[in-house]
C-alpha cells in the first residue's frame, strides 16, 4: 500500500462513527421500535419497522446526528380516517407517551422528529425521524408515505436506494461507502468549517451521497483517484 493510500485509509479511520456513537444509536432506536410493535395506538396495524438513511446506509461519518426509521403499517390510504395529517398525529401521540415531554417530539413535513432521544447522555447530539409507511405492493416494492404539504401520500423507495447503494458499492469493490464518507467530510470541511463566510449552496449529505454515487468510477483503484 503506498503511503498516499496508507494517508486515506487513515483519514477514514479518524471519521469513522466512534463505538460510543454507535451504542447511543442502538439505545435510541431499538426500544423504541419495540414499543410501537406493542402500543395500543399501532398494534392492530403495525407490520414491521426498518432503519433507513446514512446510519443504515454505513455512510455516517462522526457523530450519528440523526437516525431515520420507517414503520410500515396496515391502513388504507384511501380512507379519510388515514389522512396524512391524522396518521402522523396518531403517531405523534404514540410517542409523546413513550417519551416524558411532548416538546420532545415536533411535527416533519414527512415524518415525526423525536428531538432528544437520549436526554441522560450529555454528550449525545441526536434526532430520531420516524416515518409511518404504508406497503401496498410489500415492503420491497416503493412504499406510500404522508406528505403533509401535498396532504397527499407519495410513493418513495426506501430500501431501494439502500439496494442501489449496496449494489453499486460491490461493484466498486467496497470503495464507494469510503468515498462518500470522504466526500461527505470534504463538504463540511469547505462550507462549514474552511470558509463558513462564503454564501453558497450547502447540500445535504443525502445529495452529497447520490452525486458520489453516480459520479464514481468502478474502474479507478485508489482513493486518490476516486
Known sequence: MSKQESNFQEFLSNIEPSTEQVAFAKQAHIP??????????????????????????????????????????????????????????????????????????????????????LP??????????????????????????????????ISSNPKGHIQCISEKNEECNGALVPLIKIMKWWWKYQCSLKQPEVLRPKPKGFWVELLTSIAINPANTYYADH
Request: include cysteine.
Open 32 to 117: 423504541l421500535r419495540e414499543y410501537l410493535s406493542n402500543d395500543t395506538t399501532f398494534k392492530s396495524c403495525f407490520r414491521n419497522s426498518f432503519l433507513y438513511g446514512s446510519y443504515r446506509r454505513h455512510t455516517a461519518i462522526g457523530d450519528i446526528k440523526d437516525i431515520d426509521i420507517v414503520i410500515i403499517n396496515e391502513l388504507d390510504p384511501t380512507s379519510s380516517d388515514n389522512s396524512p395529517d391524522k396518521v402522523l398525529k396518531r403517531l405523534k401521540a404514540s410517542l409523546d407517551n413513550y417519551y416524558e415531554a411532548a416538546a420532545d417530539t415536533s411535527y416533519q413535513r414527512r415524518s415525526i422528529r423525536v428531538n432528544d432521544p
Open 120 to 153: 441522560e447522555k450529555s454528550n449525545c447530539i441526536m434526532t430520531l425521524d420516524i416515518l409511518p409507511a404504508i406497503a401496498p405492493n410489500g415492503e420491497n416494492q416503493p412504499l406510500l408515505i404522508p406528505d403533509r404539504e401535498l396532504q397527499k401520500w
